[in-house]
């Protein structure tokens, strides 16, 4: 697996805890750790494990968070990010973790790998917590604006993402809506349920869902746009933290409900650990040929470790091939007028 | 105050209820209630309070659920919501509250009262809570895609309700994006922000906020399309939801934390209290001649009584009146672009 040093606000010592954290669960693991060799050499002098499968490539560029993808990917050849992204598409690696600039990182992974055959663009997706367990959603901010066929291509993706590598024999998958009724919403999402709705493919469709339905588990896949799924997360990180604040306050509000908190201290971090962050850290970009995930920039070496876990079981469930099966079944037989568009 | 008494699961023995509670906190109150006076007449008769402040105004058609707006508009001239609408267009009443369908709601009360001068559409509008208190949030599904102009109208609207209702001196105003810099994003955000940045009105435009700002209470008012807006609301309302459930679980996992549990209960009611959706029901249809507010369809007496507080608010603070003043205001000088085709 091939990893960059450098990203992330505490690169690159989070990085290196994330990697050994990660061998309990991973033991298998070998490792190229791009980034800044002088760096690099007493972290893994204190992370013996990590050291021994673990071989460091030297480069002094990185990414840097300011920059925009335009300019990294123009001025960014010999940066950590590119090198780890490069191990890839070489075959040195079987997938790529980084938790630098995310515009950056879709950028050059784009660029280097490419798409998958019919799939025009690639999708952000990440695991959420639900009622029921997690569901998938996708796009999270790849694509800031899409048609009726990116999402029908997400919706591909998905499907064989829940199924391959969570192992769901059937899953279900919905399109984030205003409303649950056929007539209600945007052109796009009303093409695209049309378009699923006709499909051969044994996608389960569920049809619209709304924000609440997030939450609740309604669906196995969430499908959407880029713009709507990066807001839709983001507030419900937002209500979460609010709601946990809220939490700290009122149980800190009299004595006797502070004793009532410490008495349940052990099922309130189970409850803080159900809903937490890190658990879901590690964005996969599906529909390339090649497995990158980004780890967010903000988090702790546990987090990290998570982004690895999630790089691993993409690695061993060959998700890729299937998501190019599938697509190519979808549009067998009479090449559908919306492939064409998105093959062109 | 007018009051569609048949929109509603538990219509009309919940909106009897609702202006039951709510003359507690606004006894001056005088409602006009439009609905089937044989089943008002005996709910009347058990809350003599409302009875005796009360007139009904008898219609047997009543807007249903499933009805698509469009036929609404066309069948449901006799119905309890279209007549209590038309009670505030002919000055009968200074505002109306329904619980009823929204599309219905939405489409008859902009086809009776009409947008302000220069407003091209109406925006729901809600409150938000948040880690300090409360932000009102616009659109929440009125008009599921916008362009620039359409946000910037929202923007000048929610700044003159949290001026003018919440009484701030200098509330800030961000556009929902996915991310705070300048360059990300839609077209449609980008160019809205750009013309509030030039803006001489006295609006504090803070720029773009993220979704996790929503909760944060980042800024007094957050503006955003009315699709992304409604998911966003749902996301929250669904997160929420989650996070109770968990922790409603976690406490009931052993007997020690359920000891705890009952020690904190003053504490985690408070904490319900907070996060109860009731208290934030009434969302608001800003931009019309005359003041027209959504109850939700499934709460109770409690949330209806909050969506009268909330359009008794709206009734002593002008609003409207503020908006076309403002809004005349960004335009004013040489005629804007943008504003001859919003008046188009």
Redesign the interface.
């Known amino acids: 697996m091939s990893i960059d040093a450098m990203g992330g606000d505490n690169a690159p010592a989070m990085v290196v805890e994330g990697m050994e954290m990660s061998l309990d669960k991973h033991p298998g693991t070998r490792f190229l750790l791009f980034g800044d060799e002088p760096r690099l050499t007493p972290l893994l002098e204190q992370h013996t494990k990590v050291a021994a499968v673990t071989e460091i490539r030297h480069t002094p560029d990185a990414v840097k968070n300011a920059d ?1 993808a335009a300019q990294a990917l123009r001025s960014g050849r010999n940066s950590s990010m590119r090198l780890a992204i490069n191990a890839v598409k070489d075959g040195e690696a079987a997938g790529i973790v980084s938790a630098g600039n995310t515009g950056a990182l879709m950028a050059m992974a784009k660029f280097v790998l490419r798409t998958l055959p019919g799939i025009a663009r690639p999708a952000l997706a990440t695991y959420f ?3 029921t367990g997690q569901s998938l959603m996708l796009d999270l ?1 790849a694509n ?2 899409c048609d009726a066929e990116n999402l029908v291509q997400f919706a591909v993706m998905g499907e064989v993402f829940a199924r391959q590598v969570r192992g769901l024999e059937y899953p279900s998958v919905g399109i ?3 409303g649950a009724e056929d ?1 209600k ?2 052109q796009s999402v009303k093409e695209a349920a049309t378009i699923l709705q006709d499909t051969d493919l044994p996608i389960k469709f569920h049809g619209f869902i ?7 588990g309604t669906v196995d896949v969430i499908v ?1 746009d ?3 799924g ?18 700290k ?3 800190k ?2 004595v ?2 502070s ?10 971090n ?2 803080k650990m ?2 937490d962050p890190r658990r879901y850290n590690g964005a996969m970009l599906l529909g390339l040929n090649g497995i990158c995930v980004k780890s967010h920039g903000g988090m702790d070496g546990l987090a990290f470790s998570n982004a690895i876990g999630v790089t691993a079981d993409l690695v061993t469930t060959s998700v890729n091939e299937s998501i190019k099966a599938d697509y190519a079944r979808l549009h067998e037989g009479e090449p559908h007028e919306l492939a064409k568009q998105a093959e062109s």
Chains 1, 2 share one sequence.
């Not at 924000?211 to 609740?216: L, N, R, T, V």
């Not at 997360?233 to 939490?247: I, N, Q, S, V, W």
């Open positions: 925009k917590p639900t009622k901010g800031i604006e984030l809506n205003v007539l919403g945007k709304e924000g609440d339905d997030i939450a609740a959407t880029g713009f709507t990066n807001i839709a997360l983001k507030t419900a990180e937002g209500t979460a933290k609010l709601f946990g604040g809220f939490l306050d009122a149980l509000s009299s006797i409900s004793i009532g908190a410490l008495l349940a201290r052990p099922a309130l189970q409850l159900r809903m």
